[in-house]
């Protein structure tokens, strides 16, 4: 796996919607409605201990000049209401194994040989768009108890309201077929909108990933789900 050196100027790559400008093109609403996206289990591990820095780059952690190991990858999206209008000012989470399979929660299984220079955890706030942005590892599987394809958890607030909790998968992955979580999404489309690919970044000098997840919520908040 490899790791991404970090640059120079990593505080202007910090600045989410700076990163976003010109990403994207807002356009008008679907002419159908969109697949919401699937509500998914938060699971148990997000960070009961939230690390020093929780910014969208979570291959730094604050000033360290470490990056963490692993395949890394520009995430992008949007954030779009059930007609597919944009949404912004929306603060998006996500948190991940790191390349070892170990969560930044105390009570992750190997939590000693975690990797200490991944994040874990990130948000970043959306634009105008809708759109965000976040610098990663592709996920890998872990075992808990059971294995679990490679995913990564994500969360929507607007408001000081959770609207969403969701998980993305490595579209084509051979774990896909066995993890009982989205196997739990019974409606095809909706299983397939939380496929996401993971392809070589093409404007990328240093190599890298791209991964695009567009994420579709409802109009009210979610009511409390047990995991």
């Known amino acids: 796996m490899r790791a991404e050196h970090p640059s120079l100027a990593r505080r202007l790559l910090l600045q989410c919607l700076a990163l976003t400008a010109g990403m994207f093109t807002v356009g008008g609403a679907f002419a ?119 995913h990564i958890h994500v969360i929507v607030n607007k408001g000081g309201q959770r609207m969403l909790t969701t998980q993305l998968y490595v579209k084509g992955h051979p774990l896909n077929e066995q993890d009982f979580v989205l196997k739990g999404i019974r409606d095809k489309a909706a299983r397939e909108s939380v496929l996401v690919d993971f392809t070589p970044a093409a404007d990328s000098r240093i190599g890298g990933l791209t991964a695009r997840f567009d994420i579709v919520i409802g109009k009210t908040p979610e009511a409390p789900l047990e995991d």
Request: proline residues 13%; charged residues 20%; aromatic residues 8%.
């Open 32 to 150: 159908a409605e969109p697949t919401r996206t699937p509500r998914q289990t938060q699971g148990p591990f997000y960070p009961n201990r939230l690390p020093p820095d929780t910014d969208n780059d979570l291959l730094i952690v604050n000033d360290s000049v470490t990056p963490a190991a692993g395949d890394v990858t520009h995430l992008t999206g949007r954030i779009l209401g059930p007609a597919g209008e944009p949404v912004p000012n929306a603060i998006v989470e996500i948190w991940q194994v790191d390349h070892q399979g170990i969560y930044l929660h105390t009570a992750s299984p190997n939590r000693e040989r975690r990797d200490e220079n991944f994040q874990g955890f990130g948000r970043c706030l959306t634009g105008p768009g809708g759109e965000y942005y976040f610098r990663t590892i592709k996920p890998v599987p872990y075992a808990a108890g059971v294995q679990r394809a490679p």
